[in-house]
């Protein structure tokens, strides 16, 4: 069992940039696959980017592609989502999301029903 906690949402100004963090406790974060998704008012919670368990595989979704970038401290139980030249469609509440992987293989994981693990999320609001 895992308990994820994210942080680093705010208000920012369009091309501005936010770090978003998400905390593990529990147990140890290692054997985990790591992904972030976005909900914006209104619509589906949609993919954004993930992590492998490793950190040497990661993906991005199209919209986020050369404006984000993700990465992990075991040692600190932590995955970091870094956003920057950010829009104002980016506005929404980011959620991290866990996977299990016990380190078989590497893979990263971009469906929401491929997940264990959910945070409570954390808003980003993008003012244009």
């Known amino acids: 069992q895992v308990v994820l906690v994210e942080s680093g949402g705010g208000l920012v100004q369009a091309g501005g940039s936010l770090r978003l963090s998400c905390a593990a406790s529990?147990?140890?974060?290692?054997?985990?696959?790591v992904g972030w998704f976005r909900q914006a008012p209104g619509k589906e919670r949609e993919f954004v980017a993930a992590?492998?368990?490793?950190?040497?595989?990661?993906y991005y979704g199209d919209s986020v592609k050369g404006r984000f970038t993700l990465s992990r401290d075991d040692a600190k139980n932590t995955v970091a989502l870094q956003m920057n030249s950010l829009k104002p469609e980016d506005t929404a509440v980011y959620y991290c999301?866990?996977?299990?992987?016990?380190?078989?293989?590497?893979?990263?994981?971009?469906?929401?029903?491929?997940?264990?693990?959910w945070g409570q999320g954390t808003q980003v609001t993008v003012s244009s």
């Open positions: 999301a866990a996977h299990d992987t016990y380190y078989v293989g590497n893979s990263y994981y971009t469906r929401l029903d491929e997940y264990d693990y």
């Open positions: 529990g147990r140890t974060f290692s054997s985990y696959a």
């Open positions: 992590i492998s368990w490793s950190g040497g595989s990661t």
